[in-house]
């Protein structure tokens, strides 16, 4: 089992930038994937961003690349999603995800976090 931990949501303005961090605990070694998915009321789920933890590979979708970026922390198992240039259509719930490939499919990612909210304020 895998445990996942998001914390850094909140409110920012239009430009303004946050960063999100998410932790993993439990089966987290061999191939292992962290990544960043968020969901939007009544438009379903987007994939962002995800990173193999033991080369740093990492697979960006191509609507947020150059505004988001995932990192390591300096923690064991821990990312961050940094977010600049935000805009309203931003505003969603971020879910941490984690599975043994990297991937941009939603069905492949078997561990979830309890989401953090962000909110960008025009």
């Known amino acids: 089992q895998v445990q996942l931990v998001e914390s850094g949501g909140g409110l920012v303005q239009a430009g303004g930038s946050l960063r999100l961090s998410c932790a993993a605990s439990g089966r987290t070694y061999g191939q292992f994937v962290m990544g960043w998915i968020r969901q939007f009321p009544e438009k379903g789920n987007e994939f962002l961003v995800s990173?193999?933890?033991?080369?740093?590979?990492?697979y960006y979708a191509t609507s947020v690349k150059g505004r988001f970026t995932i990192s390591r922390g300096n923690a064991k198992n821990t990312i961050y999603l940094e977010m600049n240039s935000l805009k309203p259509e931003d505003t969603a719930v971020y879910y941490c995800?984690?599975?043994?490939?990297?991937?941009?499919?939603?069905?492949?990612?078997?561990?979830w976090g309890q989401g953090t909210r962000v909110t960008v304020s025009s």
């Open positions: 995800a984690a599975t043994w490939a990297l991937t941009d499919n939603l069905n492949d990612y078997e561990y």
């Open positions: 990173m193999r933890l033991n080369d740093n590979a990492t």
